[in-house]
């Protein structure tokens, strides 16, 4: 949230969020009324963040999503801001209109869930200390274990990871393209993230534990949230 928004500074809404790597994986909204809001302050560290209000806010992807190797590895610096016993997707990638995977708040807990053809692979994670709405540095991963065979992996704040492997068989992800504070059902946005996000980091791969380290070393020393 702190390099390449495009928003309005009078009103703080936000019609872009730009990629900074090669893979030209950008988020907008042309819609006015869906829109998230800017806030150069009061995040992390006091870091800038994007507020999504839980009713219609979200960015979709301009372009289909660049991950084609059937394993993804994301970290989300995020927090919710009232905790409603609803799912609340931060996440979501969606293909003809079926969502394949997806982070979502709920409670205490932060879930990533792959869909495939009529299979699925769940991995929740228990938020410490304040709970959802505290900020917190989320850590997903999808991994390849066989061409059908796959493991849902999550921590929050470098804590113990959750595993759960099961049969899937979406390998590539390259026609689903993904939004930001929402998911998809019936052809409609639904299920609307109500909180903030101040970075979001996506691999296509399943990277390695010292990758993810040096990772949670940059956002903990950026943001210091634990």
Partial sequence: ADSNVTFNIPTKKVSAWADQSDAGSDVAESTSSMQPL????????????IALDGTEDNMDSDSEAPFSSGELSFFFVSRLEVDNANNQHLFS???ADTTV???SYKLTTITATATGSANQVVSSATVPGGGVTEWNICYCQLKKNSATNFSVIMSINGGAE???SG???NTDYSTAPFQIGCTQAGGANTDFFGGYISEI???DKAINSDE???????????YKIY
Avoid: A, C, E, H
Avoid at 38 to 49: H, L, M, N
Avoid at 212 to 222: A, D, E, W
């Fill in 167 to 169: 049969t899937f068989q």
């Fill in 201 to 203: 980091i996506g691999y």
């Fill in 212 to 222: 993810k380290t040096r990772v949670l070393t940059y956002l903990n020393n950026k």
């Fill in 38 to 49: 800017r806030y150069g302050y009061d995040g992390p560290s006091d870091k800038s963040q």
């Fill in 101 to 103: 995977f997806t982070v």
């Fill in 162 to 164: 959750s595993t759960l």
């Fill in 93 to 95: 990638m969606n293909r």
